[in-house]
Every structure is written in structure tokens, then in C-alpha cells.
């Protein structure tokens, strides 16, 4: 075995914001490639498939546990290379999202203080193409290096090769799961390019012309504080669900029987439904608790774990709301929290 930075039957539940899960059989924190590359050698000795952690922030563990050797990645390094009007910033898997976007807004670079305060790391970006207040990593995202575990080498995907979509990417498929994200390049610009259609964002800045990066990136954490539970204290994953993307025949005979249902078109024509609203206003279900779970009483859209709850219980209750959704609006939904 590799000694120091290799366990065995590591409980999983304190690794993750949901704050549940079973052990790992096999437990690894990385903090360098030599590291990555050790681990994942040992892994296909012992023939046993390979999870990577990195927040923890976007994931519900069953409660038997995972017969896996999960990989801790902590990889971090941030660096700035400058162009024209712009700026390359490459940033190791295991640094802490707000971290690297607090050190961005305080060079003044523009593009990622949309995703300020939320919770994770870098590598999680790419794989869930993380997205906010308008904005969506991939975006952004110029490049992202991975360790391929089939072909035993480090690669460098461009953005083409990602193939970001709504909560989506290659990442997510079964070719992209062999792939673990070592770093990940984005490009931001040295010109103000404020990105305030989103409707909270809007009403936040009414008042105001023309608002600092930093102002930005404030009003983020302030909206986002008043929206979301604080995950240091009861377990949550953010938003559980993603919203519903339908056809426009569809949305069009929801906004029939609910005329004030939000309804954004897409470019493809289809229209993304908002999952928050028929949680609250079409099924009631805000507020919703059965036991140590519930949703969210200031926002439908997120679990929450109030102590003790099962990963089971989660998915139970999960069933629940899906049911219920299905019921109203005929609409089968996704969940956007990744599930080992």
C-alpha cells in the first residue's frame, strides 16, 4: 500500500455538505500529480474503480458505503497569465472555489463574480458546469487538464471537447468519468463586463449605473445568504433539482393552467421551466419537512439534512417531491446532485 496518504474504511459523511454517507473501502488525499497518478496505479492493481471528492458540496453517499478507492483531490496553484485585455487564470482541482474567485474580484478581473459563495472546489466546475446568476463556468472555461486513468497520461481538453450543456458536460458521461480533473484553465477580461439581467441582480442594482466588480460580487453573497441555508450548520447540497428544460408545446399548456409560471426560451427553441416556482406555488411543497429532511422554508429547490437523516430517507423524500411534481405538471425531474 502507499503509506501516508492512503486509509482504509474512511467514513465519507464528514467529507460532504449533505453531511451523510457510508465508508470508503479505500481512502486517498492527493496534493500533487505524482501523488495522483501513485494512487490510481494502486487502484487498478487491486481492480477497483476510482471516485473523486472534492467538496464534497454537490453529493449523496449511500449508506452502505462505496467499494471504490475515492480519491481526496487536493491539488491546488493558481496562475495569472496576462494577454492583451485579458487574462488567463489556471487553477489546481483541489482549490477552493470562492477562494480562487475572492483572489480574481481583488484583481479586478471580470467574469466569474456571478459564482461567488458557492461552495466546492475548482474541479468540480467543469464536471457540473457549476452556474449562477446568469453566468455558467463553461463560459468561461478556456481548457481543463485531466488525468485519463485508461491511457495512464495527463491530456489537455479544450472547451470544445467538454461539451458544456445545462448542468452538463463530457465529464459526466462514461468516457468523461475516467478522466480526473487536475486543473482548469478560464479566461477572464481586464474590462468591466457586468452580467446583471438576472432578476435578482437587477432589482439589487435598480439604483445603481455602474457597480464595481466588487459590488458585484457583494451583492452575489448577499442574495445568495438570504436564499440558501449556511451549509457549515445544517447539511444541504444547494439546489437539488435542476430545472425542467421542455418543449415550447409543453410550457405552453403549463402557462395555460398557471399563467404566472417563469418561463425562459432557450436557444434551441425549448423553454427551461423554473422547478423553484412549481415547488412553491403549484405543489406547496416549501417548507416541506418529514423528519431530519426538508425543503428549504426560503427556497424549494434545496434539501436540507436538520441532523440525522439517511442517505435512504433522502432519496425517499427525493421520490416524494418527483412524484408530486409529476403529478401537477406532468414534468419528470432531474436531480442535479451527483449520487455514489
Not at 80 to 93: P, S
Not at 119 to 127: C, L
Request: glycine share 10%; hydrophobic share 40%; net charge negative.
Amino acid at each position: 500500500m502507499i503509506s501516508g496518504i492512503w486509509k482504509e474504511d474512511v467514513s465519507l459523511a464528514p467529507y460532504t455538505t449533505l453531511k451523510v454517507g457510508g465508508k470508503a473501502k479505500y481512502f486517498a488525499v492527493v496534493k500533487n500529480e505524482e501523488e495522483l497518478k501513485e494512487v490510481c496505479s494502486e487502484a487498478r492493481r487491486l481492480d477497483l474503480p476510482v471516485l473523486v471528492l472534492g467538496g464534497g458540496s454537490n453529493l449523496l453517499i449511500s449508506d452502505e458505503g462505496i467499494d471504490a478507492v475515492v480519491i481526496k483531490n487536493e491539488i491546488e496553484g493558481i496562475l495569472y497569465q496576462e494577454l492583451d485585455d485579458e487574462v488567463l487564470v489556471t487553477a489546481g482541482g483541489g482549490e477552493v472555489w470562492d477562494d480562487l474567485v475572492s483572489d480574481i474580484v481583488g484583481r479586478n478581473l471580470w467574469g466569474l463574480e456571478n459564482l461567488s459563495a458557492i461552495p466546492g472546489t475548482v474541479g468540480a466546475t467543469p464536471i457540473q458546469n457549476v452556474g449562477a446568476y446568469g453566468v455558467e463556468a463553461g463560459e468561461l472555461i478556456e481548457s481543463v487538464r485531466v488525468y485519463d486513468i485508461d491511457k495512464d497520461d495527463f491530456i489537455t481538453l479544450s472547451v470544445a471537447d467538454c461539451h458544456f450543456a445545462y448542468r452538463d458536460s463530457f465529464f459526466k458521461t462514461a468516457g468523461g468519468r475516467r478522466n480526473i480533473i487536475v486543473s482548469v484553465t478560464y479566461r477572464l477580461s481586464k474590462k468591466p463586463r457586468p452580467r446583471l439581467l438576472y432578476k435578482d441582480l437587477a432589482e439589487y442594482f435598480k439604483a445603481i449605473a455602474n457597480p464595481s466588480l466588487q459590488e458585484v460580487r457583494q451583492a452575489i453573497i448577499n442574495t445568495r445568504a438570504g436564499k440558501f441555508p449556511d451549509w457549515t450548520k445544517v447539511g444541504t447540497a444547494g439546489s437539488f433539482f435542476k430545472n425542467p428544460i421542455i418543449s415550447s408545446e409543453e410550457a405552453a399548456e403549463l402557462v395555460k393552467e398557471y399563467p404566472t409560471l417563469p418561463v425562459f426560451v432557450q436557444e434551441d427553441g425549448r423553454a427551461k421551466i423554473s422547478l423553484g416556482y412549481i415547488l412553491d406555488k403549484i405543489c406547496g411543497l416549501r417548507g416541506l419537512r418529514e423528519g431530519d429532511v426538508g425543503l428549504y422554508e426560503k427556497q424549494a429547490l434545496i434539501l436540507v439534512n436538520y441532523g440525522g437523516a439517511s442517505a435512504l430517507e433522502i432519496k425517499e423524500f427525493v421520490q416524494k417531491i418527483s412524484d408530486a411534481v409529476f403529478e401537477k405538471t406532468k414534468i419528470k425531474i432531474e436531480q442535479e446532485v451527483n449520487c455514489w
